[in-house]
T-cell receptor
Framework: AQKITQTQPGMFVQEKEAVTLDCTYD???????LFWYKQPSSGEMIFLIY??????QNATEGRYSLNFQKARKSANLVISASQLGDSAMYFC????????????FGKGTRLHILP | NAGVTQTPKFQVLKTGQSMTLQCAQD?????MSWYRQDPGMGLRLIHY???????DQGEVPNGYNVSRSTTEDFPLRLLSAAPSQTSVYFC??????????FGQGTRLTVV
């Protein structure tokens, strides 16, 4: 069965430092997609970055990059030069096109950026 | 740009009451889904639909019904609310391999 695991319930990071949020996934299907979402205290879900299982290069979007290690089933989010506004809950998610395109989420990591 | 619209934003119900959470999207997405978010549990899939007239159960479907009569609308019904259904509910839509677009969420309290 599909599963997303985020092992860090909370993290504290000094402003301007780089941050790595861990995500591992489990699927037996060769084709899938991986997402990261940000949820600030206001509650909305903000899409950050996407990685397809067949993509040859790691995805990047501005200060966000996804460290995709397919053999280890790992899709860690890296935030460079963290800012106070990065304080939020972060969710890793996976889409399986072989299972009706369902998107399932991990339990999230709450990131606190310290000034 | 409306995107995904959820109503209401807040709701308080008494145990045993019924209600419908509304969700509409204007992006012509085939796929729509409902999640609930509880502290420490992330987002859990309640029900989803791959197109008009087609619905299926997610991880936590008990106590909820859905229907999809049009591409645009995907309401979630609570037939007899229970305190365990106190949660934040999100509706989302996506098309093919795209990311999911979320509504603003509904904070539901059952007393």
């Amino acid at each position: 069965a599909q599963k997303i695991t985020q092992t860090q319930p909370g993290m504290f990071v000094q402003e301007k430092e780089a941050v790595t949020l861990d995500c591992t996934y489990d699927t037996s299907d060769p084709s899938y997609g991986l997402f990261w979402y940000k949820q600030p205290s206001s509650g909305e879900m903000i899409f950050l970055i996407y990685q397809g299982s067949y993509d040859q290069q790691n995805a990047t979007e501005g200060r966000y990059s996804l460290n995709f290690q397919k053999a280890r089933k790992s899709a860690n989010l890296v935030i460079s030069a963290s800012q106070l506004g990065d304080s939020a809950m972060y969710f890793c998610a996976m889409r399986d096109p072989n299972r009706d395109d369902k998107i399932i989420f991990g339990k999230g990591t709450r990131l606190h950026i310290l000034p | 740009n409306a995107g995904v619209t959820q109503t209401p934003k807040f709701q308080v119900l008494k145990t045993g009451q019924s209600m419908t959470l509304q969700c509409a999207q204007d992006m012509n997405h085939e796929y729509m889904s409902w999640y609930r978010q509880d502290p420490g549990m992330g987002l859990r899939l309640i029900h989803y639909s791959v197109g008009a007239g087609i619905t299926d159960q997610g991880e936590v479907p008990n106590g909820y019904n859905v229907s999809r009569s049009t591409t645009e609308d995907f309401p979630l019904r609570l037939l007899s609310a229970a305190p365990s259904q106190t949660s934040v509910y999100f509706c989302a839509s996506n098309q093919g391999g795209s990311e999911a677009f979320f509504g603003q969420g509904t904070r539901l309290t059952v007393v």
